[in-house]
């Protein structure tokens, strides 16, 4: 007798399995005709599927929205998703556009860029939406550009905020401003407002928003005169950071900039107390979110960021979004929220203000947006299709972002 | 033997028909969302086919596949954003010029993640079943983490503005040459011997089959593949990200083998469609629950597929060999 | 020199975390020779049980509602570990092993499905709740120590010569052993190998529960993929201990955790994550036994 078989890989050993092969395959197939059923009803009520959902004699206006529902950045697919059901709703409730009411058709794109793709494709060619609206991530708008351009459906991204995505294309646009403008507003700020010459950086290498955002700060801090004196990565959903920040410590700096998400951010304010550091940090419009108190706790005191809009701005209409989405989900917007927001207002005016259903013409009107008041500011395109707008510095006190200076571009 | 020879060109020929009729003939991927499903099935089937070469016929379990993909798409890709968007051949139309060097890119994808498969392979083959698995892993990681630190290969944002060259006909053939060697190198005496490693590795190499240089070819020709799949996927998307190239894209090729059935070429390409037209076809399903349960669903008939039926649909049944047997009499089939 | 030893403290302090979770995976190793990928799933929920039982307990003394929580987290745990033994790898454990590992994973992925469902945990992250203060344990010549890196260490190392004298003083432990290396002719000798499994099982997955208490204590947020990477890691530490091998885990984890300080402090920080992958390499074409393993030697 052998001490020790060693086994093949292959299912020698079990002599019979519980279904027979036969079986097994009916039974898939049925779970697929199943879900392809799904779809026909889907297709069905979809309306004009045969002569083009695109068309201007179509009774809805569709919507086709792209969001990371699940995976890493679930929670900001999911701000954006709810931004966008709110706006659609009010402008139902008000009558719709042009009389007609607007249906949202979403996928989940599971936060990866080639699902991104394959469901703005889904609702270009399948489903003919009038207007695509997507993604968060730059990485992941620009997974679904292409495709926009290529069949000639406008697309607005509500907070990919990497130039790339809409340099040199005809069809797509966006309510956020750029990475450029925002990392220039940071170190504007620290130069003129707060004062400091030294610098450290922490960046979160796996996210190219982060990537590019820091290095536009580098870029416009060091031009002002300041010096960057550490440079650390991270990679998104790591819970130890102490290695990078006690390189940081070495080095002295008066403040650390950190452009990543909220959801590290937190525990990085955490490590940098923790490390005996008492400078500020300061970051960018991902630590939008109530969680980032809810994690960082007392050690953001003290701490800056920019975002889109600031809870404190006492214009009615951005007090009213605020009231408003409170009231439907229970919670305060996050700047997420509000992009979404603003992104399906946009789309809604532009149809409206040129009176047509015609991609081309939505296209037009929204290239052509003068002034159109959005929670996020007040928006103007410029010829790539990027609102020239300000941002806010927000200071934390107390667990919540408070209002310190306004830049303008 | 004429009669073999005859029945391996016929394949050939057949298949070579088929490809070109079905080009011809079907709507374009990028005007038709059917057609956009199928072409990534066409995609998941070359993955799962080269994957198949290791794990199924071989019996060594890989589950690095995603980095070679990464390996072959990153280098096509970068042969087309740096050659193919600024130059063309000379006394060539430029869609012809594209052409060509879009199948010189893909090949040169496939070389590059072979190589990489002959250097992964070279100090993993000797290790047994789990750690070769974890190292596979590991590499196909340092690969995918390496993407995210370099510049030139647009790092976290992804490599942007490849040219839109890939089509059906791209996808159906590559489809069809991957089948096509798979099939011969299984009917093979390597594969046979590949089969032997298989069954008992420790006897096959008392018989004199070189082990290690068996499997280091058979990993080589795996991630010749999934190269090449990698740069079919990059010129479809005209983008690609390390976030495409992820252990649970590995663990997604892995379960369209197990669950065609290891050790089954039509196997693996009947749950290469079935796995993309699933996640697909239940995209209606999150409008109406709104909830995903797309992941839920994946796991649970891996999970399901282990518990009940290990052999996966096929086991180890090829779709053609049933037929033919089916074809001669009854008596001689033989139980799977 | 400061951040050396800063460095030194960093690397301990998260190899420690590496070697609690390390522990789990060479235990189920040893016995059914299982990478038991579901481990890493099972420190998560750990984690998340921690979170939601300190939510709904009444408040009560700091000390005591620490240790009420880590107990209850780690019974459900055990739990948990058992009934996925029990479903998931019993009925193939005459199969042969690469099922059974296919099975580990989609357990895994299963769970993690699972987690991120809206109606059970949701994909955002949560804040566990500060059960035990962290405060700066000693602060020399610039060099920190918290109270939880300290914990962290202390329990790594307790629990670890627990499940040593476990393993090599008791009858129990005589009993894996035995099943560890011949589960046939053990349950010749009269030793129920199914039981032994399964309490296996709840100890690894009760260590698994441990661990996530601390890292959520430690580092105050828990998703439900929070057991992936850390998972990957941690199972490199094993091997490179020698997986099997209880103090392997220990030598490992640690070693793991201080070459990633290490790499971090003086090489590049992006590169983090290839560091552990890396060493997975080396030892495994260098020495696949491990620092502490012996190699076996395959009878025919």
Redesign the interface.
Known sequence: M???Q?????????GR???P?GA??VL?CA??AL??C??K??ARSAPGLGTGGGSSEATEILFGEVAS????E??FG?SQSRGIALAVKEINEAGGVLGRPIRV????N?????ES???A??LV??DRVHVLLGEVA??RS??MA?IAE??GVPMISPAST?P?VTEGRQWVFRTCFIDPFQGRVMARFAREELGLTRVAVLRD????Y???LANFFVDAFTELGGTVVSD????A????F???L??I??KNPEAIYVPGYY?DV??IA?QVR???MNVPLMGGDGWDSS?LY??GGDALEGSFFSNHYSFENPDPIVQGFIARYREAYGEVPDALAALGYDAARLAADAIARVGSLERAAIRYALATTREFRGVTGTITMDDHHNPVKPAVVLKIRNRAATFARTIEP | MKARVLESWAWILAGLLLVGLASAVLPSASQSYPMYVVGLAGINVILAVSLHIVNGLTGQFSLGHAGFMAVGGYTAALFGTQAISEYKLMYISEPVSDTILFFLATLLGGAAAGLAGFFVGLPSLRLRGDYLAIVTLGFAEIIRVTIENVEILGAATGLVGIPPLTNLFWIFLWALVTVLFAKRLQESTHGRALAAIREDEIAAEAMGIDTTGYKVRAFVASSFFAGVAGALLGYYLTILTPRDFTFLKSVEVVVMVVLGGMGSISGAILAAILLTVLPEALRPLREHTGVDLRMVIYASLLLAMMLLRPRGILGRQEVWAMLRRRRKSPELEVAP | MTEFFQHLVNGLSLGSVYALIALGYTMVYGVLQLINFAHAEVFMLGAFSGYYLASWLPAFQRGPRFLVVLSLSMAICAGIGVVIERFAYRPLRNSPRLNALITAMGVSMLIQAIGQLPFFMGPSPRFFPPLLPNRSLLSVAGVGVTTLQAVTLGSAVLLMIGLHRLVFHTRFGAAMRAVSFDGRTAGLMGIDANRVIALTFMVGSALAAAAGILVGLSYPRIEPTMGVLLGLKAFVAAVLGGIGNIRGAMVGGMTIGLVEAMAVGYGSSSYRDAVAFGILILVLVFKPSGIFGKAVVEKV
Not at chain 1, 232 to 235: A, P
């Open positions: 052998t001490c020790r060693s086994r093949g890989p292959l299912d020698r050993g079990v399995s519980a279904i092969r097994s395959l898939l779970v697929v879900a392809g799904e779809r009803s889907g529902l699940t995976g890493p679930a929670t999911q058709i979403t996928y989940d599971q936060g990866k860029p080639t793709a394959a469901a494709h889904r060619v399948r730059s990485s620009l997974a292409p290529e069949h990497n790339r290498v796996r996210n190219d982060s990537v590019g650390q990565s991270y990679s959903g790591d819970i130890d102490r290695s990078q006690t390189e410590r070495a959801t937190g525990l955490r923790e490390l005996g969680k809810e994690i």
